[in-house]
Structures are given as C-alpha cells and as structure tokens.
C-alpha cells in the first residue's frame, strides 16, 4: 500500500498530525520534496516536537524514514534537528534514517542569496523563509548544486567546491557586496556537518523499490500545498518544488509508481504564511482572535500566520489539484468559541463573480463572498465518534465536504495523537 498525505491549501494545514497518526500502520515514511524552509508540528505522549527536515514517521520506534531525492538538504540544520531529538529519548540512526544520494545539498551561499534578495526587494519581497530553498533549487536546475552523494568522496567534493566557490563569488558576493567565499571555508562546513550524516546516505531508490516489491506499506509526506506548488500554486508567492500528490513517487525515487491513497489535509478555516494573495483574510480583532485561538504561528520560523475564513474556491482548486480519495479536516476544535462562521464562496472580480480559481493579476483583484455558517458554542474536544458532535459541527463537517466534493474521512479536534474521530 503506497499512501500520500498532502496539503490542499497554502500548506500548514496539519500534515505532520495526519503523518504521525497514519504512521502506525506503514512501514516507511518518506519526505520527497522541500527543505527546511516549513515545519510539522506533532504532539504526542513524549511532547511536542517540531520537524522541519526529518519525517513526521521518525517519532514512531518501528518505522524507517527516508529524505527522497526531490529535496533540499541543508546538513547543518538536519544535523542539529537529528541531536534535538537524541537529547529527547529518540533513536536517528541509520536504520532508521536513509537519506538518497540524489538529495541536494543547501550550502550556506543559498541562504546568503535568499536573504540578501528578499533585502532588494523591499517592500517588493515575496515572503521567503530566507533559508534559501529557491537559490538551492535553482541551482539545482542550473546543474551546479553539490548531491549527498559527492559527501561520500573527499577528492571528488573538493574539486566541485573549488569550481563552485570561484562561481558563487561572481554571482553572489560580488553583487550583494558580500565577503568572498573561501573553498577552506565551503571544505569546513561541509566536513563538519556532512561527515556524520555519510552512514545514512544510500540508495534509497533501491530500498523503496524492494519494500514496494515486498508488499510493505509506504507513506509520501508532503510539505506545503497545492497553493504553493511552483507550477499550480499563487506563483511567484510559491516554493521552488511540487507539492503535489502525483510527484511523491517522482521526488521519492520510484517513478513508476503510483499511490493507492491520497489523503488531503485541509484546515476548518483558512491559514497561509508568506506573501501573496489571500483572499478570504480576516483582519483585525476577527484575524488576532482566530489566530490565537488556533496557535498560528510558523513551526519553522515562528512567524504568525495569516488567518483567512474557510475558502471553498481555493479548497476546491486544491482539491482537483491533488486529487485525494479522502480528506482530513483538521483544527475544527478551533471553531469551538464562535458564534457564526464565515465562509468564503466564491470570488468577486471586476464586479463579476467567479467559482473558479483565478491566476495572477485577476487573483490579486479577487474580493471574498462571504457567508455565515451557524456555530456550535460548545467544546468538542472529548468527540471520538461523529455521532458526539454537536449538531452544528456535523453540519459544517458536510457542507465543506459537499462544496469540495471529496468526502472527509477524519477530523482532528485537539493537537493530541488521538485527538480525532475517524467517519465511516
């Protein structure tokens, strides 16, 4: 059984619970796509952990996690995320973390790039993480990006560094007026992050291709979503990879494969960080009050998110994008406190309205249909089965599965492990 788990929104819709939950019952957990540059939040019985790099599937004992060749590795922070978990109890070691060696490398002259661009653009900026997963891919796609594979010979690494850092000052340190790079320097860091990392660096394509043949269960974890997918998402307010369901094979190593299951992940309400439209924001005391209710903050860097009503154009969008065969509604917990509930249910552009998903200046134009759903006014928090729900919450529950289209198999109602109720 080959399971992928996706974001159908702008990411941060709760994958990382979704991974963790549905990891019980897969042999192995792969990240095929991203960087750093977004987090997983999971809370279990051992605490609360945030993944940026590893796979949600790490905090289970039994499961073998694999970082697929469609990423980009930044080794310093991988290391650093690898020992927060060992002073916490958890085994990363190399049965339990394979990493490809076709994953790029994110060096330190990517997150250079990055940041100092975004300082360009001012007011202009696009909203990065500034922990330069654009320069990374794009070098990448330039053909001159280190793989983890190049860790595994001394020679060979140093000869592409010199090549590269002699490149890297002439399109990087020269036009931001930033200090040269140094191959002693590139060596170091390379070295001293990297070299503990060459036991878990192997053929990974090969593994999952033999655990495929073996019948083992594999789960896809995706990072972001349809929205910020850099083909299908609000481009140039993307990531620099797809985040899509039909590339986790691709991103994993096993091309000619293809998922049994696409679990979608969308929240009860809206939520995006970055730049970019976002049409069904809330604003004011309404977007501060949401906002704190659900704990909108960045699990990778710690920024507040913008919180939106929930929006059936851009759900729908993502939907037919990712194609799931179910959904996985999560935060609907959130919603407890409120009243009434505003929806976005279509879009008003140039006067006119639209149910279709809009690209570039005509989303920018976009203005949010509003509509208000009764609330419940009541905790949901114990609900283990549907039939606890309140009345209201159940009708929620199927209207956003009546507007997208795709029936909603789970609901999450706390941040707890097993704090949801699975639908029949």
């Not at 020679?155 to 010199?162: A, G, P």
Request: aromatic share 8%; with cysteine.
């Amino acid at each position: 059984m080959l399971t992928s788990v996706v974001g159908i929104n702008w990411g941060d819709e709760g994958k990382g619970r979704m991974v963790d939950l549905l990891s019980a019952s897969h042999d192995i957990v792969v990240r095929y796509q991203g960087g750093n540059n977004a987090g997983h939040t999971v809370i279990n019985e051992r605490g609360k952990f945030i993944l940026n790099l590893l796979p949600s599937g790490i905090l289970r004992d039994e499961i073998v996690n694999v970082l697929g060749g469609g990423m980009v590795i930044d080794i310093e922070h991988l290391a650093g995320e690898i020992e927060r978990l060992r002073a916490r109890g958890i085994a990363v070691n190399p049965q339990r973390l394979k990493i490809s060696r076709r994953a790029t490398i994110s060096m330190p002259w990517n997150k250079d790039a990055d940041a100092l661009e975004e300082d360009r653009l001012g007011k202009d900026k696009q909203g990065s993480t500034r922990r330069g997963i654009g320069p990374a891919y794009s070098d990448r796609a330039l053909r001159k990006a280190l793989r983890m594979d190049d860790l595994l010979d001394s020679c060979y690494l140093e000869k592409l560094v010199t090549q590269l850092v002699e490149w890297k000052n002439i399109t990087v340190a020269k036009p931001y007026g930033r200090k040269p790079y140094t191959v002693e320097e590139t060596l170091g860091w390379l070295h001293s992050f990297g070299d503990p990392l060459v036991p878990h660096i192997s053929d990974t394509d090969d593994f999952l291709h033999n655990a495929a043949l073996a019948g083992k269960n594999i789960l896809f974890e995706a990072q972001l979503g349809t929205l910020r997918d850099l083909d299908y998402g609000i481009y140039p307010y993307t990531t620099s990879s797809s985040a899509l369901a039909a590339y986790a094979p691709i991103g994993a190593g096993v091309p000619g494969m293809r998922a049994d299951r696409v679990i979608g992940v969308v929240k009860a309400y809206s939520s995006s960080i970055g730049g970019g439209p976002f049409v069904s924001e809330m604003f004011g005391d309404a977007g501060d009050a949401l906002r704190d209710a659900g704990d909108e903050y960045g699990a990778a860097t710690g920024r507040p998110r913008r919180v939106g009503a929930f929006d059936v154009v851009a759900t729908r969008y993502g939907a037919r994008m990712q194609c799931p065969t179910e959904l996985a509604l999560t935060k609907l917990d959130v919603l407890d406190a409120m009243s009434e509930i505003p929806v976005c249910v279509q879009y008003e552009i140039d006067g006119g309205r639209t149910d279709s998903f809009p690209t570039g200046s005509r989303l920018e134009r976009a203005k949010p249909v509003i509509e208000t759903l009764p609330g419940w006014n009541a905790s949901i928090a114990a609900c283990r089965r549907e039939s606890e729900l309140p009345d209201n919450a159940r009708r929620y529950v199927d209207w956003i599965e009546e507007r997208v289209g795709c029936r909603i198999r789970y609901i999450s109602v706390g941040a707890d492990r097993e704090a949801y109720l699975e639908r029949v």
